[in-house]
């Protein structure tokens, strides 16, 4: 019997849910489908640039399950580069964390304050939301 999947700690949803080649309709297209978790592998460890065990460790996983999530998403954007497919991300073992402070971007996590985009933010800069 194999061991059950833990939830693994993801930062956010991505800003959007499917890549696709320019003037083809997605319903003409093959699918990749990348879980919230690989996406979050690759926005650990090659947009912010850590190292495979702080990025373990922020997503709650043993350095040998984050490279196993690694490899796996960095072959699925390949097929899906290589070969023309739309890409989809969603599901997957996870736990939605409360970092980020819109789907447009990440929240400053070093308590430097307000959100970079404050304009296209919900949050607002300094907690102040847009006005209605």
């Keep these: 019997m194999s061991r059950p999947f833990s ?6 949803r991505p800003a959007v849910s499917i890549f696709k080649p320019i003037r083809i309709p997605v319903d003409e297209l093959e699918e990749v489908v990348m ?9 650990l460890a090659d947009l912010e640039g850590l190292y495979q065990e702080e990025a373990a460790a922020a997503m709650s996983v043993s350095r040998p399950t984050f490279s196993r999530i690694i490899e796996s998403a960095h072959r699925k954007i390949a097929d899906a580069l290589v070969h023309g497919k ?5 599901g997957g073992p996870v736990h939605l964390d409360a970092r980020r ?5 990440d ?15 919900r949050r607002g800069s300094a ?6």
């Design 7 to 12: 939830s693994r700690r993801v930062a956010g």
């Design 35 to 43: 879980t919230l978790d690989e996406f979050e592998a690759i926005r």
């Design 86 to 90: 739309a890409l989809r991300m969603e």
């Design 101 to 105: 402070c819109c789907r447009l971007h």
């Design 107 to 121: 929240g400053d996590r070093r308590g430097r304050g307000a959100c970079p985009r404050p304009k296209r933010c």
């Design 127 to 132: 907690g102040a939301g847009r006005s209605r």
